[in-house]
């Protein structure tokens, strides 16, 4: 009788009371408020297209292929904006199948075409890295040109940087202890000479304690994401630079060290990547870049150009 029960049950769950419990089962794992912000919108979004009252025992593979047919016809979403919708509703939904309110099935992302990730070019950089006059300048404008300075020396999310405080710089040992992170794991990265010189003088001009934030408004308090993000697009327009992204310098980042022969293990670490699929992901893209100069410092064509034994008519 009580299997039977059960079994009603794991039938008669609707949608809405499986997501209560999806989440409450992320708050148990301690995930992130922004993963869990993701999922939510991910589900409302899925709601659009299937009732919160709906059964989950409904929701078969024929329903995840008309959702994606949906959002094709219905937004602007492109592969790529629809593969991150079906991620977090795949999250939901292999939780609900574990726990046996969905018959078990595949859930499978779309083939998408992988694009050039854009960059910062030479020229814009030279644009965005001449340092301002600080006797006239504002702070704020000192406070961007500084952190675009670090965006390019580290590679760091935007996320991280905000929340990144005055003790937080390691200025004798010459490191940066990161302490929010997408993975929510410390990490300590390495300050570059030049980095180390411009943090050194910025805290000067910036003073605050130690466990105040490194880059703060115009009256010492906290800056947001999206407060940085819109600073840095007025500067970079007043820079005379089109491209604004933050994110961008943590793609610069990663193709300049990518073409200067940085080792692509030590780059993961620092990007805090858990795998290497981005980094495998950012070599392919900047192949055409990785070809440019290659038989200069091909250490075959350095040989054979340079060899006594070799001529080109025995060649």
Same mark, same amino acid.
């Given at each position: 009788?009580?299997?039977?029960?059960?079994?009603?049950?794991?039938?008669?769950?609707? =949608?809405?009371?499986?997501?209560?419990?999806?989440? $409450?089962?992320?708050?148990?794992? !301690? #995930?992130?408020?922004?993963?869990? @912000? /993701?999922?939510?919108?991910?589900?409302?979004?899925?709601?659009?297209?299937?009732?919160?009252?709906?059964?989950?025992?409904?929701?078969?593979?024929?329903?995840?292929?008309?959702?994606?047919?949906?959002?094709?016809?219905?937004?602007?979403?492109?592969?790529?904006?629809?593969?991150?919708?079906?991620?977090?509703?795949?999250?939901?939904?292999?939780?609900?199948?574990?726990?046996?309110?969905?018959?078990?099935?595949?859930?499978?992302?779309?083939?998408?075409?992988?694009?050039?990730?854009?960059?910062?070019?030479?020229?814009?950089?030279?644009?965005?890295?001449?340092?301002?006059?600080?006797?006239?300048?504002?702070?704020?404008?000192?406070?961007?040109?500084?952190? =675009?300075?670090?965006?390019?020396?580290?590679?760091? $999310?935007?996320?991280?940087?905000? !929340? #990144?405080?005055?003790?937080?710089? @390691? /200025?004798?040992?010459?490191?940066?202890?990161?302490?929010?992170?997408?993975?929510?794991?410390?990490?300590?990265?390495?300050?570059?000479?030049?980095?180390?010189?411009?943090?050194?003088?910025?805290?000067?001009?910036?003073?605050?304690?130690?466990?105040?934030?490194?880059?703060?408004?115009?009256?010492?308090?906290?800056?947001?994401?999206?407060?940085?993000?819109?600073?840095?697009?007025?500067?970079?327009?007043?820079?005379?630079?089109?491209?604004?992204?933050?994110?961008?310098?943590?793609?610069?980042?990663?193709?300049?060290?990518?073409?200067?022969?940085?080792?692509?293990?030590?780059?993961?670490?620092?990007?805090?990547?858990?795998?290497?699929?981005?980094?495998?992901?950012?070599?392919?893209?900047?192949?055409?870049?990785?070809?440019?100069?290659?038989?200069?410092?091909?250490?075959?064509?350095?040989?054979?150009?340079?060899?006594?034994?070799?001529?080109?008519?025995?060649?």
């Amino acid at each position: 009788m009580r299997i039977k029960l059960e079994a009603v049950q794991c039938k008669t769950k609707t =949608v809405e009371e499986g997501f209560k419990e999806f989440v $409450r089962y992320c708050k148990v794992k !301690n #995930l992130s408020d922004r993963t869990l @912000d /993701f999922y939510q919108e991910c589900f409302e979004r899925f709601c659009k297209f299937h009732s919160k009252d709906g059964l989950l025992w409904d929701i078969s593979q024929r329903t995840i292929e008309d959702y994606i047919l949906y959002l094709k016809a219905n937004t602007s979403f492109n592969s790529v904006s629809i593969n991150t919708s079906l991620r977090g509703i795949r999250a939901f939904l292999y939780y609900q199948m574990k726990a046996g309110y969905v018959q078990e099935f595949k859930i499978q992302l779309l083939n998408q075409e992988k694009k050039i990730k854009e960059t910062y070019t030479q020229e814009e950089l030279k644009l965005l890295l001449k340092k301002p006059d600080t006797k006239r300048c504002t702070f704020a404008d000192y406070r961007d040109w500084v952190i =675009v300075n670090y965006l390019l020396s580290t590679g760091n $999310r935007v996320n991280t940087i905000v !929340n #990144l405080k005055v003790g937080n710089i @390691d /200025f004798e040992n010459g490191l940066i202890m990161l302490e929010k992170t997408k993975n929510r794991k410390q990490q300590i990265i390495p300050m570059s000479k030049t980095l180390h010189r411009i943090l050194g003088e910025y805290i000067q001009y910036r003073k605050g304690g130690l466990n105040d934030y490194l880059f703060c408004t115009i009256y010492g308090e906290k800056l947001t994401t999206n407060a940085i993000g819109n600073s840095i697009r007025k500067y970079n327009i007043r820079r005379g630079v089109s491209k604004t992204s933050i994110h961008l310098f943590r793609h610069t980042f990663a193709k300049n060290w990518i073409l200067a022969g940085g080792d692509i293990f030590r780059l993961q670490k620092i990007l805090g990547h858990s795998s290497m699929d981005i980094v495998r992901e950012y070599v392919n893209m900047f192949s055409d870049d990785l070809q440019r100069d290659f038989d200069k410092f091909n250490p075959l064509e350095q040989i054979v150009s340079n060899s006594e034994y070799i001529s080109m008519g025995r060649l």
